[in-house]
């Protein structure tokens, strides 16, 4: 089985800065893309930014220029640097991945549990 455990949500000023990590556990499977999503309640989730297996990225226009997504392959991790950070910001953020497990041959949907991000001052 694989999780996927996020980390770093938190409260944050406006114009701060945080940075979420999550980490991909287990063992046999090769991971596709990693993005990461958010949700504000009574509204619909919202993809934030995704990066492919080879580093190709792509941002939501209401967060470009501000947040970057990475991964460290070795790590099965991906990061998401939000900078600038605005109380529309402010959400849920959840860690999702397209992963294959070994013996298998298609891509499967995981994600976290989500983590908190409160931008107040």
């Known amino acids: 089985q694989v999780q996927l455990v996020e980390s770093g949500g938190g409260l944050v000023q406006p114009g701060g800065s945080l940075r979420l990590s999550c980490a991909a556990s287990g063992s046999g499977f090769t991971i596709g893309t990693m993005d990461w999503y958010r949700r504000v309640p009574g509204k619909q989730r919202e993809l934030v930014a995704t990066i492919s297996n080879g580093g190709i990225t792509n941002y939501a226009d209401s967060v470009k220029g501000r947040f970057t997504i990475s991964r460290d392959a070795a790590k099965n991790t991906v990061y998401l640097q939000m900078n600038s950070l605005k109380p529309e910001d402010m959400a849920t953020y959840y860690c999702?991945?397209?992963?294959?497990?070994?013996?298998?041959?298609?891509?499967?949907?995981?994600w976290g549990q989500g983590t908190q991000v409160t931008v107040s001052s």
């Open positions: 999702h991945a397209t992963v294959m497990l070994s013996g298998t041959y298609k891509y499967v949907a995981y």
